[in-house]
């Protein structure tokens, strides 16, 4: 798959349910929650690009490429991927999100076998009857006919989706670990709860 894959981290959002942080660049298990992705992400594809629309040169110190969205007033995922679509190298574009740290280390591989046994425009990622639209695989050569859908007003993912040729991809929701796959990390209380517990370890406070 040597040079076809452009991956890009959507890291663009306001975050509301965060209180308006930056949700990639809060910290988790003891590193940015962008780190635990690009670690996991990057690897699967030929170059890893990443859409921000606050923070630009934090995240740019991770030595990837920012891009910020051309749509302005935080415009949604729809918009990351468009800026992902001009700047990306590679004929096919994977999105995963910024607040996922546990996405599947084959997730690329599964979606390309399937875009590609389809001939399919997109590829998403599923569990059990739920579509995961921000872990996906497409074509940056859709990136016209997205700017038209874009351009009109629209900024559902579902909607510009269902005018695709699009094929899902069923996915185990755990880890080999035992961690949630898809996990999004929305609020702070998620944050926390998915914290490994360490009152047991030794030193710890009784």
Known sequence: MSNQITGLILAGGRG???????????????????????????????ETI??????LSTYAAYGHRVVADDIGGFAGPLAGLHIGMLAASSPLIATAPCDSPFLPLNLIARLYDALTAENADLAVAKTFDQPHPVFCLTQTALEPNLREFLESGQRKIDKWYASLNVVEVLFDPKNNDGTDAFANINTVNELRQLEPDTSAEPGANP
Do not use: S, T
């Open 16 to 46: 509301a349910r965060m209180g308006e942080a930056d949700k990639g660049l809060q910290i988790f298990r003891g590193k940015a929650m962008v780190e635990h992705v690009l670690d996991r992400f990057a690897p699967q594809v030929d």
């Open 50 to 55: 990443i859409n921000a629309n606050r923070n």
